[in-house]
């Protein structure tokens, strides 16, 4: 492969002499020494490095800087008639970008998907114990370029495996294919998502406490909340008590005990935990907590400090973290895994992900350190609350391709309810992650207002979602018009059976003021829901081929009413900020039995 090399030292940038010999490059150059190979396994290519800096120490700096260290330019050839890829825009969250030429690409590209008149190429860059590796705007507008570093200075040797490239002519399958071989190669420390259990929490409706009280969580408007759901018959089977719990310093954004505020909740969690589950009949009861600790760590003038010191690292802006070794975050996590469990906590919703490595860069072999933190909480996790946790601000590949039991993971930033078009980036967020990381994971679009101008678009999003439905609702606020289409008589949210994602015809196309697709199954049935993203109205058409299948089926639409046959396909005329929600029933031998129409997954409920 003629592929461009770069090497970013401390104080020069070099672009050694390289030998070419079929899939191996060779690095010919006095300063550096090593390789660049090539694996190839059916429609599928993988990446390695190992690259040393021979110049002495003291030679004039050559050897490696913290970040973008290495280019590897890989050339494009073929006609590409569709981009879609995931940028990591901050430590914690990503977005799609639909730019065609690489030379315009965004700063930090966690998956790219490529479209070349019908066939599909996906590439995955990597991360292991000494770097993580991104896709990065090249100098050419048909070469990739995967960009790789160490996150730290001073360095001599860099190896690993960068990068998995497969084609397909299904997109989906080009991105499954990656994964798989990921998985079997040890490449990444995860399963995918049908390989690990859902968990039973999130079948049911649930509430967190964030956006009605933000920090200021007490057991007392705890309590008035479940009174509300009480007094109105909102069935809530779940809530999370999100931050603001915790003996944590709020000043200097760190955490001084693994206990609750006692001034919050005077009879402890465990006194507010049984209340809600004998008073009010809430199933599970998590927690918040910070993969950090706190937001800026533990505090080290504390008893909490004194009793985790041996599980604690110090980074070098003097933040501390419990991210020592796997051994050392494993035994912390643990701790607090097993108090929480003991105050009747069910599970955790884990924040702060992607910052993990931003506060560890530059300490000795940081991406390591991150490492072992997202696989202790894994652990942890695992044997305290039965995979019953929350993955939320870790977008990145190095967080997000390391959860092997865990099954969820927010898939966009935060919802905001007075921010008035927070609906499209937030809808664009979620179904646009899902392509890439519903293979491995059920994605969590975030909590909602049911009493909101968007609430009827932010509940039917989550319904076709396939991830869990919640709200965040103030005392007074709830309203169950849009809830209770989501649901069952006996509270259990209607889920379909795989993760959200956007139509064929929307893939590779921006929806930003038009039409956002969205498509989901129950068995060999389809739901397909349309949200006009712009204040114009709009017509889309809908076709099967744009949800990868073919027959005959019999179509309901929710708000419309209609039910006729559906083969050939319809156009749909959305009014401005509206939408629909379209039931779709195979049909064999002319036989249907239609679910229950006034839920917006009908598919999913019981056939009359």
Excluded at 21 to 34: A, H, L, P
Excluded at 583 to 608: C, V
Aim: charged share 30%; with cysteine; hydrophobic share 35%.
């Amino acid at each position: 492969m003629e592929i461009k090399l770069k090497i970013n030292a401390e104080k020069k940038n070099v672009e050694p002499k390289l030998l070419f010999d079929k899939n191996k490059v060779t690095i010919d150059d006095e300063k550096y020494s090593g390789s660049i190979s090539f694996e190839k396994k059916n429609s599928i290519v993988c990446g390695y490095m190992d690259i040393t800096c021979t110049a002495l120490p003291f030679d004039d700096g050559y050897h490696f800087k913290g970040e973008d260290t290495i280019f590897i330019d890989i050339p494009f050839n073929k006609k590409v008639t569709g981009v879609l890829s995931r940028d990591l825009y901050n430590p914690n969250w990503t977005e799609p970008y639909f730019e065609k030429d690489f030379d315009k690409l965004p700063f930090n590209i966690q998956n790219i998907l490529i479209e070349s008149d019908g066939e599909y190429t996906n590439i995955l860059p990597l991360f292991c114990d000494d770097f993580t590796a991104k896709i990065t705007a090249s100098e050419n507008k048909n070469e990739i370029r995967i960009s790789i570093s160490p996150m730290y200075s001073g360095t001599i040797k860099i190896s690993g495996y960068f990068m998995i490239m497969s084609e397909s002519d299904n997109p989906y399958a080009s991105i499954e294919k990656t994964y798989d071989f990921a998985i079997e190669r040890n490449l990444i420390d995860s399963d995918i998502r049908k390989n690990k259990s859902y968990p039973d929490t999130f079948n049911y409706l649930g509430w967190c406490s964030w956006n009605a009280f933000y920090h200021d969580v007490t057991d007392e408007k705890l309590t008035q909340k479940l009174e509300e759901f009480k007094s109105k018959g909102i069935p809530i089977g779940w809530i999370l008590i999100d931050d603001g719990w915790s003996e944590a310093e709020q000043v200097n954004w760190k955490i001084s005990s693994l206990k609750e505020d006692n001034n919050k909740f005077p009879d402890g969690l465990a006194g507010f935990c049984k209340k809600a589950r004998e008073e009010y009949d809430v199933k599970y009861i998590g927690a918040w907590h910070s993969a950090l600790g706190y937001w800026q760590g533990i505090e080290k003038e504390s008893q909490l400090f004194e009793e985790q010191k041996d599980n604690i690292v110090k980074t070098n802006a003097d933040f501390y973290f419990p991210a020592k070794d796997f051994k050392g975050a494993y035994g912390f996590f643990n701790s607090w895994y097993k108090y929480l469990s003991s105050e009747g906590i069910d599970f955790v919703k884990v924040d702060t992900q992607g910052l993990v490595l931003e506060f560890l860069k530059n300490t000795y072999k940081p991406c390591e350190k991150t490492i072992n933190v997202i696989r202790a909480i894994e652990q942890a996790s695992t044997e305290n609350f039965g995979c019953r946790l929350m993955n939320c601000m870790g977008n990145a590949n190095i967080n997000n391709l390391n959860h092997k039991y865990t099954n969820l993971t927010r898939a966009s930033d935060d919802f905001y309810p007075k921010k008035d078009d927070d609906f499209i980036e937030h809808s664009i967020e979620n179904v646009y992650s899902g392509v890439f990381m519903g293979y491995l994971m059920w994605c969590d679009y975030d909590m909602f207002w049911s009493n909101h101008f968007d609430a009827k678009r932010s509940s039917i999003l989550r319904a076709i979602s396939g991830g869990p439905i919640y709200m965040s609702d103030a005392i007074g606020e709830s309203n169950i018009e849009y809830l209770k289409p989501c649901i069952d008589d006996d509270g259990k949210i209607l889920r379909c059976d795989n993760v959200g994602r956007p139509t064929r015809d929307c893939l590779f196309n921006n929806p930003k003021n038009g039409v956002l697709k969205v498509f989901n199954t129950v068995g060999d049935d389809i739901v397909i829901a349309a949200f006009n993203l712009s204040d114009k109205k709009q017509t889309t058409d809908i076709n099967l081929n744009d949800v990868y299948t073919e027959g005959k089926y019999y179509m309901h639409k929710y708000f419309n009413k209609l039910c006729s046959d559906f083969e050939d396909g319809m156009t749909l005329e959305l009014e401005p900020n509206g939408v629909e929600i379209i039931n779709l029933y195979r049909m064999e031998n002319h036989n249907i039995k239609i679910g229950d129409t006034s839920k917006y997954i009908s598919i999913a409920t019981k056939r009359k």
